[in-house]
């Protein structure tokens, strides 16, 4: 959505509600002041948190699209992704787990594709992980984990005829100072949904016993890419 196209939808969202300017602003937690200038279009100053507050007293998701180069933005990021997810099947294969990556689903209404499924024959466990580059939106992501493990035994079941056992939950994340930066910032999110560490992680996965979940770094200092190619994460130095 393009800035001048915000302000009329946030209007006609409010109107839609009955409601005036200061009573999407008490929803919002906001002032009306605040309101009557992003209904005027005034957003480039606003704070981003601010806006999404806005959009959720509308029952409404403020979604923003970074371009770059036509499509070569979205082939940078999968590049990235899919390195990320071969460092992660080279955890997996040598402990004696047959990683499956990309496994699409459709079940009753809930559809999406499971980053990596891995079993493992020695035990008939399952893990289903979730791979991110970049941790963004922490309530998101463990709410599509959960559903991808709800759905994962019906979906191996059918696909491959594995029969779990049981059934890990892996979050991966890139092993960068932001992303360890955020899950400490949102440990007591993070911890009550996936409670193990990332040495408890790679223990089980070492010697699985019982249901896990937790998340795991993996480096991301040189991803290997499908051409075996280094791809290397760039350090950006901000001028003094």
């Not at 002041?33 to 959009?55: K, N």
């Not at 499971?114 to 941790?135: M, Q, R």
């Not at 996936?194 to 249901?211: C, D, E, I, K, Q």
Request: net charge positive.
């Amino acid at each position: 959505m393009q800035d001048a196209q915000l302000g009329p939808a946030v209007r006609a969202l409010r109107r839609r509600r009955g409601w005036r300017q200061t009573d999407l602003a008490a929803a919002a937690g906001t002032s009306g002041s605040v309101i009557s200038r992003v209904e005027c279009g005034e957003v480039a100053e606003a704070r981003i948190s601010r806006l999404r507050s806005v959009a959720r007293a509308l029952d409404a998701t403020l979604a923003f699209d970074l371009r770059w180069r036509g499509a070569a933005l979205d082939r940078l990021l999968d590049e990235r992704h899919a390195a990320l997810t071969l460092r992660t099947i080279a955890t997996l294969e040598p402990l004696g787990w047959r990683a499956q990556p990309e496994v699409s689903y459709s079940r009753f209404g809930e559809r999406g594709s499971i980053d990596l499924l891995a079993w493992h024959a020695g035990t008939s466990y399952l893990v289903v992980i979730e791979i991110k580059t970049e941790l963004v939106s922490i309530e998101a992501t463990l709410r599509k984990l959960d559903e991808k493990a709800r759905l994962g035994p019906a979906i191996v079941g059918e696909r491959f005829g594995w029969r779990p056992a049981a059934v890990g939950r892996v979050l991966v994340l890139a092993a960068s100072s932001t992303n360890r930066r955020r899950v400490r910032q949102h440990a007591g999110l993070l911890v009550a949904a996936l409670p193990a560490s990332s040495t408890v992680v790679r223990a089980w996965l070492r010697n699985p016993r019982g249901p896990v979940g937790g998340v795991l770094f993996v480096p991301n200092d040189r991803l290997v890419g499908a051409n075996h190619h280094a791809v290397g994460a760039s350090r950006i130095r901000c001028p003094t």
